[in-house]
């Protein structure tokens, strides 16, 4: 038992957790996580608090970064298509994209110069029209695209589909699925500017969060999120407080967030020493 009893804190990675965006765009390695978060996330822990990452990632791209990050609870992976626990390896929540989907993405790829990622819930990151931002993605995650033909050749069960182009192209996408109705299926969210991020509708990190908190036993009252980008919007607005880091987008400012210090500086500690002031 501890201060932090009850107490859940999730927390976006890319840029929240750990600043990659200049490993992006330049192709350098990712900055290892900030100590002070690290040691933040520890006390957190100790005192009985639960924290778990939520993350646009799949599992995939996510697991060779899980082991250097100090967490306790089951996280949020493909951007809240599942809920994944890494203490016994297995799935504990899906929520999954279906053959429909698939032939709509097609058609968008029919249509658009644009690269899409299909996230296989096995572990498997299939690309159809790989670009340069799927290479510097890539890159980033450190795990190897399986290359496809067509969407229509990429099998089933799927958590998301991930399609990467100019910001410009990635709005005209949008507005393609708007015009057809389609995008009453899905959410339809951007986690960076080159990247739109397409999930079943009601799989956002929010609903998850949700669902990992009644899992814990823990009241949405006690929970607290971090993010950065408009696929964090919706788990800063279910959280009693959504916490920002001062590099996130203007999205993120105006959805009522607190800020705190940038992801280079250690935004985590910033919001463990708020929480410690309160509890």
Known sequence: ??????VLLASDFD??????????????PAPPLPEQNREALTYFMAQGGRFAISTGRALAAFLKYAELVPMNAPGVVCNGAALYDFETGEYLETSLLDQSALERGQAVLDR?????????IGNVIHAVHPNAFTRRHQHLTRVAVTEAPSLLSVPLPLGKLLFEAEHDTLEE???FLQERGWDGDYELIFSGQTLLEMTVKGANKGGMV??????????????????DEANDVSMLTAAREGFAPANC???????????VRDAREGALADVVEILDRRY
């Open 1 to 6: 038992m501890g201060k932090f009893t009850g």
């Open 15 to 28: 840029n929240t957790l750990i600043y990659t965006e200049d490993a992006l765009r330049a192709g350098a």
């Open 210 to 227: 949700r669902r990992l908190a009644g899992r814990l036993g823990i009241s949405m009252e006690h929970v607290y999120c971090v993010g």
């Open 173 to 175: 996408i949008v507005a």
């Open 112 to 120: 658009f110069p644009a690269a899409v990622e299909a996230y296989h």
């Open 249 to 259: 987008v203007p999205l993120v400012r105006s959805c009522g967030a607190t800020i």
